[in-house]
Every structure is written in C-alpha cells, then in structure tokens.
C-alpha cells in the first residue's frame, strides 16, 4: 500500500542530487506532513502538504510545468 511516508522517502531519493542543506527544513516539514497525513488525512493538512511538495519540487533543475502533478489527483476541486 502506497503512503505519503513512502512518497516523500522516494521523492528524497529522486531529489538527492539538486535538494540542498538549504531545503532541509521544508523536508523535514514534508516529512512530518506525510506521518500525518497517513494517520488522519485533513483538507487543510493536504492542501499544506501540496505547497511544500511544489514548492522543493520547484528547486529541481530544468523545466517544471504547472500542468499538474499526482497530487492534483488526491485533491478534491469544487
């Protein structure tokens, strides 16, 4: 079964090679957003998860595209 703690281990894996000492504290926020979200999930908590997720997600080198990600497919839109 897929979790958000699997999820961030594998984005840190994918990401070791351009995240910095500098990103450190938004991946340790990431971290304890995704232990969270694996015991009780909450729209605010989601929501919360998907900005630093971008956000490190955004310090990747070449092109990034607003198109949307897997994460736009947990988020409910109205």
């Known amino acids: 079964m897929a979790t958000f703690k699997y999820a961030v281990r594998k984005f ?3 990401a070791k090679s351009w995240l910095t000492d500098e ?3 938004a991946l340790i926020a990431l971290e304890n957003m ?5 015991e009780k999930m ?15 997600l955004k310090r990747k080198p ?3 595209t607003e198109d949307g990600d897997e994460l736009d ?3 409910p839109t109205s």
Do not use: N, W
């Open 62 to 64: 070449g092109e990034v």
């Open 73 to 75: 497919d947990l988020i």
């Open 12 to 14: 840190k894996t994918e």
């Open 34 to 38: 995704a232990k969270a979200l694996d």
């Open 23 to 25: 990103d450190f504290p």
């Open 42 to 56: 909450t729209p605010a908590l989601l929501s919360q998860y998907g900005l630093a997720y971008r956000s490190l």
